[in-house]
């Protein structure tokens, strides 16, 4: 028994050249928070539903890494949120996440992420959200995969669009207390997914049967 077997999202990876897809295990803690200390967007435009960002440096290690904590100790099989730590050429750049709810009814899952602000307009961001769309709808049977962003996030709906997700209607969210913004949600399906460059993916098969996707005796690859 080691962490991966008690808990198989610790053990997915995806690769594809330089650019690896890892677990967010308490190693790579550090270096995420010292990428968000650093800064990832402009201060005077939130992208994130939950301003995160906002926190004083101070605080912002703290609430981080409960953060993090809390999105492994919170997992169910009704409900669950797959976090990465992107490496690009042996370095930490960023985040990239899969959230879903009752997956295996819907078959659908919501991706985020965001890098650092040293590593923006590099392409990373394009080549990270290929290698998680291609996980969902290679090695988990997804039927669709969802995103969204505020309308003046241009980069992240770049990215939407060049990876294939159709526009799919906007939304009022809130966004830092007492304010909305019209945030534009899209929808990717496999016939429209624009594929990045290949991945390798491990431990898909013990995270298959971890989420309910094959029976608990199904033997692993
Ligand atoms: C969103 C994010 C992950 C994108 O990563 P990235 O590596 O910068 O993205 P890429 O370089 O792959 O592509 C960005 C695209 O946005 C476009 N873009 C960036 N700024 C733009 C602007 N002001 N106007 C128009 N297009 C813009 C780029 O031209 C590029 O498209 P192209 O390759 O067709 O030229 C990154 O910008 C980020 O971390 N942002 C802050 C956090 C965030 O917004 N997360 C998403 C929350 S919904």
Not at 179 to 200: A, D
Request: glycine fraction near 10%; charged fraction near 20%.
């Amino acid at each position: 028994m080691n962490l991966a077997t008690a808990f198989p999202p610790f053990g997915l990876r995806i690769e594809a050249g330089p650019l690896v897809l890892r677990p967010i295990t308490d190693d790579v803690l550090p270096a995420l928070v010292n990428l968000a200390l650093g800064g990832i967007h402009d201060p005077r435009r939130m992208p994130f539903y939950v301003p995160w960002t906002d926190a004083p440096p101070d605080r912002l290690p703290l609430n981080f890494t409960q953060y993090h904590w809390g999105v492994r100790a919170s997992w169910a099989p009704e409900h669950w949120d797959l976090q990465f730590a992107v490496e690009y050429e042996g370095r930490v750049v960023g985040c990239q996440g899969l959230a879903t709810k009752d997956y295996l009814v819907t078959r659908t899952g919501e991706t985020g992420s965001w890098l650092g602000l040293q590593h923006h307009g590099a392409g990373i961001g394009t080549k990270m959200r290929q290698a998680i769309c291609a996980l969902c709808f290679d090695h988990l049977d997804a039927d669709e995969v969802t995103s969204a962003a505020f309308a003046d996030n241009p980069a992240s709906n770049a990215v939407s669009r060049k990876v294939g997700y159709q526009p799919n209607g906007t939304m009022r969210k809130t966004r830092r207390e007492g304010e909305w913004k019209g945030s534009q949600q899209w929808m990717l399906t496999r016939e429209t997914f624009n594929r990045g460059p290949e991945i390798t993916v491990s431990g898909a098969p013990e995270f298959r049967r971890f989420i309910g996707l094959d029976p608990v005796d199904a033997p692993c690859a």
